[in-house]
C-alpha cells in the first residue's frame, strides 16, 4: 500500500480547459473496466483497451469518464476488494497505462473520475495480514473492526449485523496456535474486512491515496460506499433479519451515520486544493432526498448518485414525485441532482423496465430510449452506464459456473438455500461490450470475452449501430449533441406543464420534453418544432400523437 509511483510524470500534466462547476450538467459516462475493451486476448477488459476506445466516447458527447476499480486486487468481488491502493493491477495493466489513459483522455477534452474504496480494503492487503498475525487488542487490529464473539466461548458473532451479500457480517479468525479467536467486521465478502474510520491511521492513509491518484491527474473520485465508513458506537444489533433489504429506506447502525460527513468535508478540502476543479461523487444510499442532499452541501461532496431516480417504477406519476422531491432537496443545499438509470450493481434498465411476459424486450428498449431523453433533459448532472448507449438488455441466462458475483455463492444465515442480501445476478449487467458485428467477441478483444456474450449482439453492436438513424446509439449521439448546442439544459431552472395522466411534460429554457409512459398513444397539441424522439412521431391537425413508451424533444 505504500508503493511509490514508478513512472515518470511531467510537472504539469495536460488537462481539459478549465470549467468552474462544470460537474453541474456534466454527462458521465461509466467504464467498468474488465467489460469494456480488451487489449492483449485474455478475455478481459484492461486500462489499454479503454484508452483505445475513448475516441468512442468522445464521439458520443459524454464530458467525463468514471473507471471502475483498476487497483492490486485478488478480485473477489471484481476489483472492489483492494490490496494495494496505489499500484494498477497486471490484470489491467500497469501505472503507465493508467498515465497514458488519463493523458489521452484529457487530450480528447474527457475528464476522468477513477474509484475509491475507503470503507473496506482485501483480505490480502498488508494492513489486514498485519492484524491477523498481531494479538487481540493489539495496535494492527485497531485499523479493522476485531470483536471478541458472544456465547459462553465466543462462538456467536458480536452482533446480529449481515452482510449485504448475504449471510453474517462477521468471521471468526483462528489465533496462531490453532484456536478460535475474534471476530471481524465485513459488510461485504468475508475476503471485504470493513477499515476502522475511528483510526488516525486509516484516514491519513486515505488521503495519501487520494493525493497520489490527484498528482497523477486525475479530475475526481467515485467514492464506493461512502455512506458506510462510519458505524454506530458499540455495533448494537438491529433486532432482524433481511437487513440488505433495509438500505436505503432507515438509517442503519452500519450505513449513513451522521459521522461519515466529517470524512467528507475533509476531503473536499483536499480536492479544493487541487486546481481544475476536482470532485468528489458519492456512492451514498439514503431513506430520502433529504439525507441524501446532506452529502453534497457547499463543504462536502460535489455530487451524489440518486438512486431514488434509479428505482422509480416506470410510472408518470411516481417519476414526477421523485424529481420533484430531488430537485428540492439538493436545490437546498445549493448543489446539482444527478441522474441514472443503471449501473455495474443493478439490472439493466432495459430490462427492468418490461412488463414481464406482458411486454418483452421491446417494451423494455422503448421505455429505456424514452428514459434516456427524459434523464438528459432534467437539470443537472447525468451517469450513462457503459451499454446504455446501444440498448443492451440484461443478460439473464448466463450459466452458474460461469457467474462471478460474490453475493451468487452466498447464503441465508440459516444455511437454507436462497439469498439474505443481494440476489447474487450482478454478472448479467457486467457482460462485456460488442463493438463489431464479427469475430469471436464481437470486437471486445483479438480473444473470447470472461462472460459470454449473447449470440444476438452482433446487430446491438456499435459497427451496426452506427449510421443507423433509427438505433439506440444515435438517438443518445442525437440528444447529447443537442445538450451541448442548447443553452437552456443541463444546469438551470425547470417547471412543468400540464398533460394528461400518463404524461409528463416539462420546460426548459428554449425546450419542451414530453414523456408518454401509457401504452396507447397520446394527442396534444404541438409543442414547437421536434428536435428529437425516441420514436416516430405522427400529426393532425395542430396535434401530434405520441406513441406508446416514447419521449420527444421540442424547441420552443
Known amino acids: 500500500m505504500t508503493q511509490e509511483l514508478t513512472t515518470s510524470l511531467p510537472t504539469e500534466p495536460v488537462r481539459p480547459a478549465e470549467s468552474p462547476g462544470w460537474w453541474r450538467d456534466a454527462v458521465i459516462y461509466q467504464v467498468y473496466v474488465r467489460s469494456f475493451a480488451d487489449s492483449d486476448g485474455d478475455g478481459i477488459g484492461d486500462l489499454r483497451g479503454v484508452r483505445e476506445r475513448l475516441p468512442h466516447l468522445a464521439g458520443l ?140 491511521e486509516v484516514r491519513a492513509e486515505f488521503d495519501s491515496v487520494l493525493r497520489f491518484w490527484l498528482d497523477l491527474g486525475v479530475d475526481g473520485f467515485r467514492i464506493d460506499v461512502a455512506h458506510g465508513m462510519v458505524k454506530a458506537a458499540g455495533l448494537p444489533d438491529i433486532g432482524r433479519t433481511e437487513q440488505a433489504k433495509l438500505i436505503g429506506s432507515q438509517v442503519l447502525p452500519f450505513f449513513d451515520q451522521d459521522g461519515v460527513h466529517e470524512i467528507h468535508r475533509s476531503w473536499r478540502r483536499l480536492l479544493d486544493s487541487y486546481p481544475g476543479d476536482r470532485i468528489g461523487v458519492a456512492e451514498a444510499w439514503a431513506p430520502t432526498s433529504e439525507r441524501l442532499a446532506l452529502y453534497v452541501r457547499p463543504d462536502e461532496l460535489h455530487q451524489a448518485f440518486n438512486f431514488q431516480f434509479l428505482k422509480c417504477p416506470w410510472d408518470a406519476a411516481a417519476m414526477r414525485e421523485v424529481i420533484d422531491e430531488s430537485l428540492a432537496a439538493t436545490g437546498s443545499v445549493g448543489a446539482p441532482t444527478t441522474w441514472v438509470l443503471s449501473n455495474h450493481d443493478v439490472v439493466r434498465h432495459t430490462t427492468r423496465y418490461a412488463d414481464g411476459a406482458d411486454g418483452g424486450p421491446e417494451q423494455g428498449l422503448a421505455r429505456a430510449r424514452a428514459a434516456a431523453l427524459l434523464t438528459l433533459a432534467l437539470p443537472g448532472s447525468s451517469y450513462l452506464y457503459q451499454g446504455e448507449e ?133 394527442e396534444l397539441p404541438v409543442p414547437g418544432r421536434a428536435l428529437l424522439s425516441s420514436a416516430p412521431l405522427s400529426y393532425g391537425a395542430g396535434t401530434v400523437r405520441i406513441p406508446p413508451d416514447s419521449c420527444a424533444w421540442w424547441a420552443i
Open 390 to 522: 446501444l440498448g443492451l438488455p440484461e443478460v439473464t441466462d448466463l450459466p452458474d459456473e460461469l457467474r462471478q458475483d460474490p453475493a451468487f455463492f452466498r447464503t441465508s444465515p440459516d444455511g437454507q438455500d436462497g439469498q439474505s442480501g443481494q440476489d447474487g445476478f450482478r454478472d448479467g449487467c457486467r457482460v462485456p461490450l460488442p463493438w463489431t458485428r464479427s469475430g469471436e467477441s464481437y470486437g471486445f478483444g483479438p480473444g473470447g470475452s470472461w462472460l459470454p456474450q449473447p449470440d444476438g449482439w452482433s446487430g446491438l453492436s456499435v459497427e451496426a449501430q452506427t449510421g443507423d438513424p433509427g438505433s439506440t446509439l444515435e438517438l443518445y449521439r442525437g440528444a447529447l449533441a443537442l445538450r451541448r448546442e442548447l443553452p437552456g439544459l443541463g444546469d438551470g431552472p425547470m417547471s412543468w406543464l400540464e398533460a394528461p395522466a400518463g404524461v409528463l411534460a416539462l420546460s426548459r429554457p428554449g425546450l419542451v420534453c414530453t414523456l408518454n409512459t401509457l401504452a396507447e398513444e397520446v
Open 61 to 200: 458527447g459524454v464530458d467525463a469518464v468514471w473507471l471502475t476499480p483498476f487497483y492490486a486486487s485478488p478480485q473477489a468481488d471484481g476489483g472492489y476488494d483492494v490490496a494495494d491502493y496505489r499500484t494498477v493491477d497486471p490484470l489491467f495493466g500497469t501505472l503507465g497505462d493508467a498515465d497514458d489513459l488519463v493523458r489521452t483522455a484529457h487530450e480528447l477534452g474527457l475528464r476522468v473520475i477513477v474509484d475509491i474504496v475507503p470503507n473496506h480494503s482485501s483480505n490480502q492487503h498488508p494492513w489486514f495480514r498485519e492484524a491477523l498475525a498481531d494479538r487481540p487488542g493489539g495496535a494492527a487490529r485497531t485499523r479493522y473492526h476485531f470483536r471478541r464473539g458472544r456465547g459462553a466461548h465466543g462462538e456467536l458473532p458480536p452482533n446480529d449485523w449481515e452482510s449485504v451479500f448475504g449471510g453474517p457480517a462477521w468471521t471468526r479468525t483462528t489465533d496462531p496456535d490453532g484456536t478460535p479467536g475474534e471476530w471481524y467486521l465485513h459488510l461485504f465478502a468475508p475476503e471485504q474486512p470493513d477499515l476502522n474510520w475511528d483510526s488516525p
